[in-house]
């Protein structure tokens, strides 16, 4: 529809019929069948508020949309098509790995991939928007929404978002195999006080700026058409009323014009804050902090036009964010189709098909991150494992289908591939000797110490990462360690495999284990990726995105923090800023992951030693070699640090990355660019600029880099 034509729309409709407009109704509201992601309040919608909504969130199934919304269409008093949001966080049938695994993978173009596999999934089951992607920076792994992010880095987390932004909305024109992206949670939910959900959040701006704000901005930037406000506090004021953060920064600094959306309640929860005495208030205090929809609470609802009609709120304010939710339906298509790619036939055809599948079985490989390889008496690895050689299987995820996330609201258990699957499946091709124990009895200690190797697969219930799955203790079970200990009495030969949603600390996993692979929830193929991995069909490449603590009390510890007067030194001088009883370092670094080639990286060369101007490019270079036996991928990493600013800077910076794959033997020059924009950073003055002086490159296959780096100086 012509822009025009909703603006004619806009006048023709009544003060009521705009606000609700701006109700986001929950699925349970309309019938059971749909899927509640918050808790539903009891008292219900009036009859008009339901006939009239803008938008229903929970509603999935081709068949129910199309039914929902041909009734709603005959009913709405213009005919105004409703839209259909869900979040649709890491897949929607057919799953993926948690965003956070697919960080690991430092490939946007496979996220990219699985953000449009899971769309076309959506939308053939009547999705129009979903509440994806999570771009918020998290640093503490105690909070349970980490699983949702894609780690530490401001950008990485940058280059995800977009590649998935990419992924859900296929380009400008979302066609009807794509769905409408929401960059969530405005701003700053990863950093709650104490790691635990929901809670305060108190960031300097400073901070703010240089690491939480770029992937939100970034999320713009690719065009999302949606953005939620978050449930925390900053710095005293909720987010969902925070007019600094939705007018100045999201509206006027980073040009946001599309929808913003609350989250669940979130205005509602405005009185609990204790900034709002009652709904009324709250709805007032959310409106005008510039929050368009209300998701499922019943501000908006029963107090917009109240607070119109008694002269508090003007109408344009309404009428604007109105408008912003037409566009929305209107970029969507809906005015021409409001049933969009709803179709039973189509849900057939696509979901867990085996294009699905495959990419899923793809992607979660490619997020595996081998943390540990020890090398065995005969030189060799303990891994790859061989099928000839006899291996035992234990642990409470050796047959478990629990490969999903809490968000993978559609996904089925029945659907995923279990370890144990994937091995009955695999021996009918191949010789493979392999044991799975059940239970530690007399026969099984016998066989575990006749065996070459032992698979050890443990981890987090996937009910204990999430939302609202915030813990104290970030710990391997209990239960879990005791058996790890006693198999080490029996058979010290343990691979540990890793599932989770957030880093853990593995001390005593790791040194227990001869190898250690994280494998965060993997998703449909978990099973099948795994043993691709285990057995050496694919060489892992996975990096770490988020630092491994080395224990719970370190946390937050990430690698990008800022310069101290004292830093830990090696030599032991007792005014340092160290621990007394742990190290400083994380177990496992940002940036880390093992391979089971061996990539060998020359010193770091730059083109020239100043940067005269901002036009000026210094190119930084090495010469990766694959110095083993087999081909594998190297994510090679860029990090670069400010030695002096009128501010402190971070001790280095991820500026960019490149996945090289290379065959025995092989090698090649990987080239980065160094821009003055790259350079820049937030200033005491509010300004993004660089400064003149000296700073420090470092390319290499971690975070935890070695020696001094090399020097360059910028001269504008
Ligand atoms: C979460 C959001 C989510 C929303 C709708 C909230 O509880 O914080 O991330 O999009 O529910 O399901």
């Not at 808790?39 to 949309?65: C, F, H, L, P, W």
Request: proline share 5%; glycine share 8%.
């Amino acid at each position: 529809m012509e822009e025009q034509k909703l603006y004619h729309l806009l006048e023709k409709m009544t003060l009521e019929e705009k606000v609700n407009q701006l109700v986001q109704i929950p699925a349970s509201a309309f019938e059971k069948s749909g899927v509640d992601t918050g808790d539903v309040e009891e008292r219900k919608y009036t009859q008009r508020q339901i006939s009239q909504a803008g938008s229903i969130i929970g509603m999935v199934g081709a068949e129910n949309v199309r039914r929902i919304q041909k009734h709603h269409m005959e009913n709405h008093p213009h005919h105004i098509p409703m839209l259909f949001m869900m979040d649709v966080i890491h897949g929607f049938r057919t799953i993926f790995p948690i965003p956070l695994g697919q960080g690991a993978s430092f490939h946007p173009e496979l996220v990219e991939r699985c953000a449009k596999a899971a769309a076309r999934e959506a939308s053939s089951s009547g999705v129009h928007v979903t509440f994806a992607p999570m771009s918020d920076l998290v640093r503490d792994a105690r909070w349970g929404r980490v699983m949702e992010a894609t780690g530490e880095d401001p950008y990485l987390n940058s280059i995800m978002t977009r590649a998935m932004i990419r992924g859900f909305q296929g380009g400008c024109d979302i066609d009807y195999q794509h769905v409408a992206a929401c960059t969530k949670h405005f701003a700053a939910y990863g950093a709650p006080q104490g790691g635990r959900d929901y809670n305060n959040v108190e960031l300097s701006e400073h901070s703010l700026r240089e690491y939480y704000l770029p992937a939100y901005k970034a999320g713009i930037q690719e065009g999302c058409k949606l953005m939620m406000t978050s449930f925390n506090s900053l710095n005293g004021v909720p987010a969902t009323a925070n007019p600094w953060l939705m007018k100045k920064i999201l509206r006027e600094e980073f040009e946001f014009e599309g929808v913003l959306i609350s989250d669940w309640r979130a205005i509602e929860e405005l009185i609990t804050h204790g900034i709002a005495e009652n709904e009324r208030d709250a709805a007032y205090l959310a409106i005008e902090s510039g929050v368009d929809i209300d998701m499922a609470s019943h501000c908006y609802a029963d107090h917009l036009e109240e607070l119109v009609t008694s002269g508090i709120l003007e109408e344009r304010v309404i009428d604007e964010a109105v408008f912003r939710v037409l566009k929305l339906k209107n970029v969507l298509g809906l005015f021409e189709n409001p049933y969009r790619g709803a179709d039973p036939s189509e849900e057939s055809r696509i979901f867990l098909n085996n294009n699905q599948r495959a990419l899923s079985r793809e992607a979660a490989r490619e997020s595996f991150v081998l943390l540990k390889n020890d090398i065995l008496e005969k030189k060799l690895p303990i891994l790859p494992l061989s099928g000839c050689r006899k291996t035992v299987f234990l642990g409470p995820y050796v047959e478990s289908q629990k490969l999903h996330s809490s968000w993978a609201l559609m996904g089925r258990e029945k659907d995923a591939v279990s370890i144990s699957q994937a091995l009955y499946e695999k021996k009918k091709g191949e010789e493979l000797h392999f044991h799975i124990i059940k239970n530690m009895n007399e026969n099984s200690v016998q066989e575990i110490r006749e065996a070459d190797a032992v698979v050890l697969c443990i981890g987090e219930d996937r009910m204990q990462s999430g939302e609202a799955a915030s813990r104290g203790d970030i710990c391997v079970p209990e239960q879990q360690l005791s058996l790890l200990r006693r198999l080490y009495e029996i058979n010290s030969n343990i691979i540990s495999v890793v599932f989770s949603g957030r880093p853990l600390d593995l001390r005593e996993v790791s040194e227990k284990s001869k190898a250690v692979l994280a494998v965060w929830l993997p998703g449909t193929e978990g099973g099948n990726a795994l043993l691709d991995v285990l057995y050496g069909n694919y060489n892992p490449s996975g990096k770490l995105p988020m630092s491994f603590p080395y224990c719970t009390g370190q946390i937050p510890v990430f690698y990008n923090h800022y310069s101290t007067g004292r830093p830990c030194l090696k030599e032991n001088t007792p005014y340092r800023s160290c621990y007394l009883d742990i190290p400083n370092a994380p177990l496992y670094p940002f940036g880390y992951g093992l391979s089971y080639t061996k990539f060998l990286l020359s010193p770091t060369t730059l083109s020239h030693a100043v940067m005269k101007g901002e036009k000026d490019i210094i190119t930084a270079s090495v010469i990766v070699k694959n110095e083993g036996h087999v081909t594998g991928t190297e994510i090679v990493q860029m990090y670069i640090r400010d030695r002096k600013g009128k501010t402190i800077r971070p001790v280095k910076e991820l500026k960019g990355f490149q996945r090289v794959q290379l065959a025995p033997g092989e090698e090649q020059i990987v080239e980065f660019a160094i821009t003055e924009e790259m350079l820049r950073y937030h200033s005491p003055d509010g300004v993004m600029r660089s400064e003149n002086g000296k700073f420090t490159v470092w390319i290499d296959n971690s975070s935890d880099t070695r020696g001094e780096g090399v020097e360059f100086c910028l001269e504008k």
